[in-house]
Nanobody, 115 residues
Framework: QLHLVESGGGLVQAGGSLRLPCEVS????????LAWYRQAPGKQRDWVGT?????????MYADSVKGRFTITRDDAKNAVYLQMDNLKSEDTGVYYC???????WGQGAQVTVSS
C-alpha cells in the first residue's frame, strides 16, 4: 500500500525559502514519477510540478512556481523534495506529494508565507 509522509512545513516571511521532503513507501520508487500539489485555504488542490522516473523526461512546473520551485528526488532514500525559494503570500497552503496513477495522499505539510 502506498504511504506518503510530507514534512518541513512552517511559517516563513515573503522572499524566504523552505524545503519540503516527502518519504514514499509501498511502491517501487525508482520506477515511479512523483508530483507535488498544494491546496490554498478554501480552494481546490492544484498541481505544482512533476518529476519523472530517472532518465525518462523533463521536470515540469506550474507557471505560478516556475523559476522559484525545484523538485528533486533521491532514489536511495525513497524521497522526493520540493525546494521553494522567493516565497510569496500566495504560496500559502498545504503541500502534498503524490504518485501519478494512485489516489493516495499523505497528511500534507502546512506552508504559511507572511507578507
Amino acid at each position: 500500500q502506498l504511504h506518503l509522509v510530507e514534512s518541513g512545513g512552517g511559517l516563513v516571511q515573503a522572499g524566504g525559502s523552505l524545503r519540503l521532503p516527502c518519504e514514499v513507501s509501498g511502491i517501487t520508487f525508482s520506477m515511479a514519477a512523483l508530483a507535488w500539489y498544494r491546496q490554498a485555504p478554501g480552494k481546490q488542490r492544484d498541481w505544482v510540478g512533476t518529476i519523472p522516473r530517472p532518465r525518462r523526461g523533463y521536470i515540469m512546473y506550474a507557471d505560478s512556481v516556475k523559476g522559484r520551485f525545484t523538485i528533486t528526488r533521491d532514489d536511495a532514500k525513497n524521497a522526493v523534495y520540493l525546494q521553494m525559494d522567493n516565497l510569496k503570500s500566495e504560496d500559502t497552503g498545504v503541500y502534498y506529494c503524490s504518485v501519478p496513477g494512485y489516489n493516495d495522499w499523505g497528511q500534507g505539510a502546512q506552508v504559511t508565507v507572511s507578507s
